[in-house]
C-alpha cells in the first residue's frame, strides 16, 4: 500500500511540476507566446511550428490548445489554422516526453535550488517567475526519479502482475484505459512517461504500452473537450477537431498494433527507448498527414456544433480568456477590454433612454435588458479579477487590477441610475399623460450629449491613461455639474413663471 501512495505521489509530483513550468513561462513569456501564435497562425508550416516551439515551452500540449481554443472563441484567429496549431502541439508534447526520458535527475537539486533562491529573492520580477519555473522543471526531474523508484517493488508484487497481465489481450481495453489514465492525470506527457517507465521495468509488455500510448494521445483529446465545455461554439470546435485527429489516428493504428510491436521489438533499443521513439513518430507521421486535412474537419466541426442563436441574443463576456489568467498582464488587459463593452452598453443605454424620453414608452424594456447585460459584464470581470493570483502582481499591475474593478463598479452603478431613471420616466411622466416642454427637451438633449461625450473620454482616460485627456475630463465634468445646476434653476423659473400650461389631453413639465 506504501509503494502504491508513493507511486501516486510521484505522479501527482509530476503533474504538479509540469503546472509550475506551465505559469512559470506563462507569466514571464505569456504575451510574446500568444503573439507568436497570433501571426504565425495564418500560414499552415508556421503554425504547426509555433504549435511545437509553444508547447515545448509550457510543457504541455493542453495549455496551447487552450490558447488557441481563447483565440477562436474571440474571433480573433479562424478554425481551419487552429487545428494546425494544435497538431503542432501534440508533436511538442511528444518532442519533451523524449527530453525528459534522458538522465537529467542529477540536474534536479540544482533547478530547485537556484529557482527557490530567485523566487523568493526576487518573486515580483521576470527573474523570479522563471525561478518559479525552473522549480517546476526541477521537480519533474525528480518525479521521474521517483517514479521509477517506486515501480520497481510494483514488478515483484505477483498481485499487481496478475493485475497488469489483464492488459495483454484487448487491443481497445488497452487503448481505454490509457485515455482514462491520461484524464485522471490531467496530462499525456505524464501518462507516456510512467507508461515508457512501467516497460522498463518489465511490469507490462510491450505492446501494451504502445496501446496506452495510443490510448493516451486519445485521452488528451477528451480532456481537450472537457476544458472547452464553457467555451462558445467556435471555442468547442478547436477542441472537437483535436479529438477527432485523435480519433483518426487511433482508428488507423489500432489494427496493425501487433505487427508494429514485432517490427519495433527487432530494433536494438531497449523497450523504453522504444516507446518513447513511438510516440513521437506516431504523433509527427499522424500530424504531418493530417495537416492537408484541417481545412475538412474544419467544415465537419460547424456542421456537428452550431452557433447557437439563442445564447447570441445575449450579451456575454468575451475578452475574458481564463487561460490567461497565468499571465496577469495579460489578464488585466482582457478585464479592461470587458471594461470598454461595459461603456458601449451604458452608451447604447443612454441613446434608448433618450427614446423614453420622447414618449417611446416600449424603449424602457429595452433600458432593463441592456442593464441586465451590464450586470451580466461587471459579473463575470469581477470573478476573473478574483481568480487572479493578487499576491503575485507587481505594485503596477495590482494598482491596475484596483483600476479595472472600480472602473467597472461606476460603470454597473451608472446603468442601475439609467434603468431606474428610465423607469421613473416611464411610470410617473409618460403613464400620467404628461410630456416635457419644448424648452425642457432641448436641455435634456444637452445634458445627454455631454453626458455621453464625457461617457467617451473616462473610458479614453482609463485605457491610455493620458494625462492631457484626463485634464480634459476633469474641466468637462466641472463644466457638465455647471450645466445641471443651470439647468435646474430654469426649470423651477419656468414652473414660477407659469410658462408651462395645462393641456386638455396632457399637461407640459
Keep these: 500500500m506504501l509503494t502504491l501512495l508513493n507511486l501516486l505521489s510521484a505522479v501527482a509530483l509530476l503533474v504538479w511540476g509540469t503546472h509550475i513550468v506551465r505559469t512559470g513561462i506563462m507569466r514571464v513569456y505569456g504575451a510574446d507566446l500568444r503573439r507568436v501564435l497570433s501571426r504565425s497562425i495564418e500560414q499552415k508550416p508556421m503554425a504547426f511550428l509555433?504549435?511545437?516551439?509553444?508547447?515545448?515551452?509550457?510543457?504541455?500540449?493542453?495549455?496551447?490548445?487552450?490558447?488557441?481554443?481563447?483565440?477562436?472563441?474571440?474571433?480573433?484567429?479562424?478554425?481551419?489554422?487552429?487545428?494546425?496549431?494544435?497538431?503542432?502541439?501534440?508533436?511538442?508534447?511528444?518532442?519533451?516526453?523524449?527530453?525528459?526520458?534522458f538522465d537529467l535527475s542529477w540536474l534536479s537539486p540544482l533547478f530547485i535550488f537556484f529557482g527557490v533562491v530567485f523566487f523568493l529573492s526576487r518573486k515580483q520580477t521576470r527573474l523570479g517567475q522563471l525561478g518559479r519555473a525552473s522549480i517546476g522543471l526541477g521537480l519533474i526531474l525528480l518525479a521521474l526519479h521517483l517514479i521509477v523508484e517506486a515501480t520497481r517493488p510494483i514488478t515483484q508484487a505477483s498481485g499487481v502482475q496478475v493485475l497488469f497481465s489483464s492488459l495483454t489481450g484487448d487491443i481497445m481495453l488497452d487503448a481505454l484505459i490509457g485515455a482514462v489514465f491520461a484524464i485522471i492525470s490531467y496530462s499525456s506527457l505524464a501518462a507516456v512517461l510512467i507508461t515508457a517507465t512501467l516497460?522498463?521495468?518489465?511490469?507490462?509488455?510491450?505492446?501494451?504500452?504502445?496501446?496506452?500510448?495510443?490510448?493516451?494521445n486519445l485521452g488528451s483529446g477528451l480532456l481537450a473537450m472537457i476544458n472547452a465545455s464553457g467555451s462558445n461554439a467556435a471555442g468547442k470546435r478547436v477542441a472537437l477537431g483535436s479529438l477527432l485527429f485523435k480519433l483518426v489516428g487511433c482508428i488507423a493504428i489500432l489494427p496493425f498494433v501487433n505487427l508494429v510491436a514485432e517490427w519495433l521489438d527487432k530494433l536494438p533499443v531497449n523497450d523504453e527507448e522504444l516507446v518513447i521513439f513511438f510516440h513521437v513518430f506516431y504523433n509527427l507521421i499522424r500530424c504531418v498527414v493530417l495537416v492537408p486535412f484541417a481545412e475538412p474537419m474544419g467544415r465537419l466541426c460547424r456542421r456537428l456544433i452550431r452557433d447557437d442563436s439563442e445564447n447570441e441574443m445575449h450579451l456575454k463576456p468575451k475578452h475574458l480568456d481564463r487561460s490567461a489568467l497565468d499571465t496577469?498582464?495579460?489578464?488585466?488587459?482582457?478585464?479592461?477590454?470587458?471594461?470598454l463593452r461595459i461603456g458601449d452598453v451604458l452608451e447604447q443605454m443612454l441613446e434608448t433612454f433618450s427614446k423614453v424620453i420622447h414618449g417611446e414608452l416600449a424603449e424602457e424594456r429595452t433600458v432593463r435588458r441592456l442593464d441586465d447585460d451590464v450586470d451580466v459584464l461587471y459579473t463575470g470581470i469581477k470573478l476573473y479579477l478574483a481568480r487572479m493570483p493578487k499576491e503575485d502582481l507587481g505594485e503596477e499591475d495590482s494598482r491596475r487590477w484596483g483600476e479595472i474593478i472600480e472602473m467597472s463598479l461606476n460603470?454597473?452603478?451608472?446603468?442601475?441610475?439609467?434603468?431606474r431613471m428610465s423607469g421613473d420616466v416611464a411610470d410617473k411622466s409618460l403613464a400620467a399623460?404628461?410630456?416635457?416642454?419644448?424648452?425642457?427637451?432641448?436641455?435634456?438633449?444637452?445634458?445627454?450629449?455631454?453626458?455621453?461625450?464625457?461617457?467617451?473620454?473616462?473610458?479614453?482616460?482609463?485605457?491610455?491613461?493620458?494625462?492631457?485627456?484626463?485634464?480634459?475630463?476633469?474641466?468637462?465634468?466641472?463644466?457638465?455639474?455647471?450645466?445641471?445646476?443651470?439647468?435646474?434653476?430654469?426649470?423651477?423659473?419656468?414652473?414660477?413663471?407659469?410658462?408651462?400650461?395645462?393641456?386638455?389631453?396632457?399637461?407640459?413639465?
Excluded at 488557441?68 to 508534447?93: E, H, K, W
Excluded at 496577469?328 to 471594461?339: G, H, Q, Y
Excluded at 419656468?494 to 389631453?505: D, E, F, G, S, V
Design 328 to 339: 496577469p498582464a495579460l489578464a488585466l488587459v482582457n478585464a479592461a477590454r470587458e471594461v
Design 411 to 419: 460603470l454597473e452603478q451608472a446603468g442601475d441610475i439609467i434603468e
Design 50 to 101: 509555433a504549435g511545437i516551439g509553444v508547447t515545448a515551452l509550457v510543457q504541455s500540449s493542453n495549455a496551447t490548445t487552450l490558447l488557441v481554443t481563447s483565440f477562436v472563441a474571440q474571433n480573433l484567429v479562424s478554425l481551419t489554422p487552429a487545428l494546425v496549431v494544435v497538431l503542432g502541439a501534440d508533436v511538442g508534447t511528444a518532442v519533451m516526453a523524449r527530453i525528459l526520458t
Design 199 to 216: 516497460t522498463a521495468t518489465g511490469v507490462i509488455s510491450f505492446k501494451v504500452a504502445l496501446c496506452l500510448v495510443i490510448g493516451a
Design 433 to 509: 399623460r404628461r410630456a416635457f416642454s419644448p424648452e425642457g427637451m432641448k436641455e435634456l438633449e444637452v445634458l445627454q450629449e455631454q453626458l455621453t461625450t464625457n461617457l467617451r473620454l473616462s473610458l479614453s482616460v482609463f485605457l491610455a491613461h493620458d494625462i492631457t485627456s484626463a485634464k480634459r475630463l476633469r474641466r468637462a465634468k466641472h463644466r457638465f455639474r455647471i450645466l445641471i445646476r443651470r439647468y435646474s434653476h430654469t426649470h423651477v423659473d419656468r414652473l414660477h413663471q407659469k410658462m408651462c400650461k395645462a393641456l386638455k389631453p396632457a399637461h407640459c413639465i
